[in-house]
């Protein structure tokens, strides 16, 4: 018994012991359960959840360190309340914060102040309220247009601002997101001011297929899950896009209306044209269109250009000009003196597009020569003298054939063919003309007077004027207001490099009739014509009493006598022939110059006849011989093929339906000669008409 009573005292003092320190541990003040951080949104409802067992100092809440109030007393803060109660040991101090804002966020505290036998507690760590806040709508920078450069790189910016977190923003260009060369950055607005703001860069090469398109920004963050826009159109802009164009479709021809247009597509369709032709600027011409009224062989080849200009830049569209036009004979040498026994080379150049074909022939004759740009006659005998026609075609292009004469013309001295006297009246200028036949052409014409060579550099009254023909020259001495002294004899001196020739010209004075002649001659005209005329009324008054068959076959028998009359007899057929070929002879030979001399100066005056046709005009004297051997009849070589040709009985070569005299005696003098005609002085004489 002894023993149990210790054990059971100590058990007691065990007992008392526990429930003492039981309750010792049981009444300390602790946290039940202590709240954790939120995300909330502006304008919503956040509760802290904080709850004490056994309670024992002062609970207060702390936001960023700072005191909101103790217990419940939050006066304060209107939107910040305590709720909860109690229970048993534990106590409920949760903090509720109603409408949210920006300002609420941040750290929060619950903190239970120490008492004499408990300590402080608080939660730890600290907990957050993240406050979100909605990003304002993105903007792009420039506006809802978007002016970019065809081809160049442009940098489009887009901002949200405000948000909390800050937004992140996305590309897109027709609904198409662009992940390549975007960059973002966000920023905070400042120290206090919690939000964000993000701008974001995207960098685009538009092209031709941009223009049009939408651009889009797109802005989100936690709260704001579905994305803001900001939206744009891409206005892609380019300098003048050209193509130059032509009105006719084959190839251009000499001589066509033309017009050229520059199509251009262009963004601003705003367009300032020039045209230039080989980088020269054309004055007026300020449209998209050129019009050329006659297309000219001289702009073959051309590089036609056109430019447009508008606020981007300038672009230019070219074009060479490829224009068809017939042959034209290019630096033709048309008279070439030459000595007998050399060698000439005749040169053909003629242009056209395309290149012209070329056949020379000897005079009318119809067989080609050559068909080389070049030919040479070899050893140069009087035969092959004259007519050598060189003809550029471009058939196959639709142009006609053009013909160019060259002449061989024999070098001799100078040979003056002026008439010997000539006349001038007193007073008047006196004009006495030294004309001569030189090939090849003067160097120099003197004249002479009382022995003395005339200075015309030096005189007042003396001056002279010059023609110069293919096959001579034509000098005129002038000399104003003549009076006796002038009248006389003048030499006239011609020299060219194979010598030289003179000629003493006598000057007459002419004699002038008087007026009171000239008047009477005139007024006895007048009357002559005036009887003349009544004569014939009268004779057709009488005429018409008479009858009609009468009348009739008076009216034959008159028509057949003038006709009789007026035709020419034998004898004057046969004088009017030799002078024609006595005019013609050497000079123009019946087989070589169909249309001698035709075709020059641009003009198509001729006088024709079965020797061919002269110009004379164009010429010294184009009848006369040039001292027996300017031209020649042509003798057909033996190097020459004729086709068709037949030898007659007579010695005549016949050749279709002309007929020409073989001449190897051409050199023999007219004496020898059956067929030489002495040759005719055309200044002193005159066809018979009237013979």
Not at 519 to 530: E, L, P, Q, T
Request: a negative charge; charged letters at 25%; proline letters at 4%.
């Amino acid at each position: 018994m002894e023993h149990i009573e210790p054990m059971k005292q100590l058990v007691f003092y065990i007992s008392i012991a526990t429930i003492l320190f039981m309750k010792t541990v049981l009444s300390v003040q602790t946290f039940f359960e202590q709240p954790r951080s939120h995300n909330a949104t502006v304008n919503s409802t956040v509760i802290f959840k904080c709850v004490i067992q056994n309670k024992a100092g002062e609970v207060q809440w702390m936001h960023d360190g700072l005191s909101l109030g103790s217990d419940r007393d939050y006066s304060g803060y209107d939107r910040y309340s305590v709720i909860g109660g109690r229970n048993g040991v534990l106590e409920e101090f949760s903090l509720k914060i109603t409408d949210v804002q920006l300002k609420d966020d941040g750290e929060y505290i619950c903190f239970v102040l120490r008492t004499q036998s408990d300590l402080s507690i608080k939660t730890d760590p600290p907990v957050t309220l993240n406050v979100l806040v909605r990003p304002d709508p993105p903007v792009i920078q420039g506006g809802s247009l978007q002016k970019v450069t065809l081809g160049e790189h442009k940098n489009l910016s887009c901002t949200s601002a405000n948000g909390k977190p800050g937004a992140e923003i996305t590309w897109y260009k027709d609904s198409v997101r662009i992940v390549d060369k975007v960059f973002s950055v966000t920023d905070r607005n400042g120290v206090k001011d919690k939000r964000e703001t993000t701008i974001s860069h995207v960098t685009i090469i538009p092209t031709e297929e941009d223009h049009g398109k939408r651009i889009e920004c797109r802005a989100a963050n936690a709260v704001q899950i579905q994305p803001l826009k900001a939206l744009a159109t891409l206005d892609v802009q380019f300098k003048p896009s050209i193509t130059l164009k032509v009105n006719i479709t084959r190839k251009l021809r000499e001589h066509d209306y033309v017009r050229f247009t520059c199509d251009a597509k262009a963004n601003p369709s705003q367009i300032t044209w020039k045209w230039y032709k080989d980088g020269e600027f054309i004055p007026g011409e300020s449209k998209f269109t050129l019009d050329i009224a006659n297309l000219n062989r001289d702009d073959h080849r051309s590089i036609l250009m056109c430019e447009g200009e508008n606020a981007i830049g300038v672009s230019k569209a070219t074009t060479t000009l490829d224009i068809e036009y017939g042959p034209k004979f290019v630096n033709l040498n048309s008279h070439i003196p030459v000595d007998l026994e050399t060698s000439v080379t005749l040169t053909c150049e003629a242009d056209g597009n395309p290149l012209p074909s070329i056949i020379w022939r000897r005079g009318s004759y119809p067989d080609a020569l050559s068909t080389e740009r070049q030919y040479t006659v070899h050893n140069i005998q009087d035969h092959d003298l004259g007519l050598y026609k060189c003809t550029a075609s471009s058939i196959n292009a639709g142009f006609a054939p053009i013909d160019a004469e060259i002449y061989l013309m024999r070098k001799d001295q100078p040979k003056i063919t002026s008439s010997k006297i000539q006349y001038a009246a007193k007073g008047s200028t006196a004009d006495i003309e030294c004309k001569a036949r030189s090939v090849p052409n003067a160097d120099e014409v003197i004249w002479i007077r009382n022995g003395k060579e005339i200075d015309f550099a030096s005189s007042e009254r003396y001056s002279f004027s010059e023609t110069r023909k293919p096959d001579g020259v034509i000098n005129t001495l002038h000399v104003q207001d003549s009076d006796d002294d002038d009248f006389g004899v003048y030499n006239c001196t011609v020299v060219n490099s194979m010598g030289l020739d003179f000629m003493a010209i006598t000057l007459n004075q002419k004699e002038i009739l008087a007026l009171s002649y000239i008047v009477g001659g005139v007024i006895g005209g007048v009357a002559v014509i005036f009887i003349i005329a009544i004569a014939c009324v009268l004779y057709h008054r009488y005429k018409g009493s008479d009858n009609e068959s009468y009348a009739e076959t008076d009216s034959n028998t008159e028509i057949k006598k003038r006709e009789k009359s007026d035709s020419p007899t034998e004898f004057q057929k046969g004088t009017l022939m030799d002078q024609w070929r006595q005019d013609l002879n050497f000079h123009c030979p019946p087989t070589d110059f169909d249309e001698v001399y035709g075709k020059m100066n641009g003009t198509e005056s001729k006088v024709t006849s079965g020797y061919g046709t002269l110009r004379s005009e164009n010429y010294i004297n184009g009848y006369d011989n040039h001292n027996g051997h300017l031209f020649s009849d042509y003798i057909h070589r033996s190097d020459e093929t004729i086709p068709g040709e037949s030898q007659m009985d007579n010695g005549v070569h016949q050749y279709g339906t002309s007929t020409f005299r073989s001449r190897p005696d051409f050199n023999k003098s007219s004496d020898s000669d059956p067929y030489q005609l002495p040759p005719a002085d055309i200044s002193t004489t005159k066809l018979a008409t009237n013979v």
